[in-house]
């Protein structure tokens, strides 16, 4: 029981630090500004590991890959406890491997996640100040399908159709999680 207990225990706090990361990763390569409530509280929290591994990882093209590194090295961290609290044992590239597609799997459930927000903040208070951070992660993703998927009455259907498709993409990305265990 105590060790289904560190696994929970694990399992939580590593995927909340991860998914802190991801969108602080995600915010500053869609350029979404952290100058509001979400963002100020994701640097607050994920400081502490972004701030030294800026200093030996440098960013290219715009993205910030200390962050993305440290989210990696943290879900890593997590699995290799996990595995260390089940007794079981996992070499370092099926650790490592996992760890790389979680972080994709995270990054789409995220996306989902921001995409539900932002369709019921456009119908209960479009003008909260949260909705321009929602449309600022969301527009480049969105932005393709209203060109094919136009307003019907008035109804944006493209929050649904992205919906949708990243689902679908959840399948495979979960098959692939599961064949990078098995090395």
Not at 23 to 48: D, I, K, M, S, Y
Not at 116 to 134: C, K, R
């Amino acid at each position: 029981m105590l060790d289904r207990i560190a696994a929970l225990l694990i399992d939580v706090v590593v995927t909340f630090f991860v998914v802190l990361l991801l969108v602080r990763f995600h915010f500053q390569w869609l350029r979404v500004p952290f100058r509001n409530q979400v963002g100020e509280f994701v640097v607050a929290l994920t400081n502490w590991i972004v701030r030294p591994a800026r200093r030996v990882i440098p960013g290219i093209a715009g993205l910030d890959l200390a962050t993305l590194l440290a989210a990696w090295v943290v879900q890593a961290l997590g699995l290799w406890l996990l595995v260390l609290v089940a007794g079981v044992s996992a070499g370092v590239a099926a650790l490592a491997a996992v760890a790389a597609i979680d972080l994709l799997r995270y990054s789409v459930q995220i996306l989902i996640a921001v995409v539900v927000v932002q369709a019921l903040l456009s119908w209960i208070n479009p003008y909260t100040p949260l909705a321009p951070v929602m449309d600022a992660a969301t527009r480049p993703f969105l932005r393709p399908l209203r060109r094919w998927v136009p307003p019907v009455s008035n109804f944006d259907l493209t929050p649904a159709i992205l919906i949708l498709i990243l689902l679908i993409a959840l399948i495979p990305i979960g098959e692939l999680r599961e064949a990078a265990r098995a090395i």
